[in-house]
């Protein structure tokens, strides 16, 4: 009897004062890929045009996946990844996004689509990160560009900037 009351007892208490539930959130965010947001600076151009490209990433913010949809001119991509770092630092690799599996649409123009079931995600203690703009896409070419720099700097950079 004593345990069948308390177990009432604490039934009750926990419907009266029941635990904020955490959901999950669904965000967009868009970037706008230039050689000047690499560091250092990259001076890719494919056949005479400056590389650029767009994306625009859409997060579950519990989970971390997400799905995103990435245009860019560079040629031939070798590597993408999204990064952890602020505008005009270099950061670290938080998500490895397989430019191989990129799709051309021609004149040096190729898509790259990442759906939610493809099981990719961003580390949820990372979120803030995200939605403070402190994430970036990065492109690096595998055709022959120019830079100003020997090194593995990056051809293209967009960070990631939350839609309102």
């Known amino acids: 009897m004593f345990f069948t009351r308390l177990i009432s007892t604490v039934c009750s208490c926990a419907m009266v004062f029941a635990c904020p539930l955490v959901q999950a959130e669904i965000l967009k965010f868009t970037a706008n890929l230039t050689t000047t947001q690499t ?14 490209g767009t994306a625009t990433l859409t997060v579950d913010t519990l989970s971390g996946s ?14 993408m ?12 690799i938080q998500v490895l996004l397989e430019g191989s599996k990129s799709v051309p649409l021609g004149n040096g123009t190729w898509r790259r689509e990442v759906l939610m079931s493809d099981g990719l995600s961003i580390p949820v203690k990372n979120m ?31 960070q990631l900037r939350l839609v309102p």
């Open 66 to 79: 997400f799905s995103m949809s990435l245009t860019y001119t560079t040629g031939r991509v070798g590597a």
């Open 128 to 158: 803030t990160d995200l939605i403070a703009g402190n994430d970036y896409i990065v492109i690096f070419p595998s055709t022959p560009v120019t830079r100003r720099s020997p090194d593995l700097a990056g051809a293209l950079r967009g």
């Open 81 to 92: 990844h999204l990064d952890l770092g602020a505008p005009g630092t270099n950061g670290t």
């Open 39 to 52: 560091v250092p600076p990259s001076d890719c151009v494919f056949e005479n045009n400056p590389c650029s």
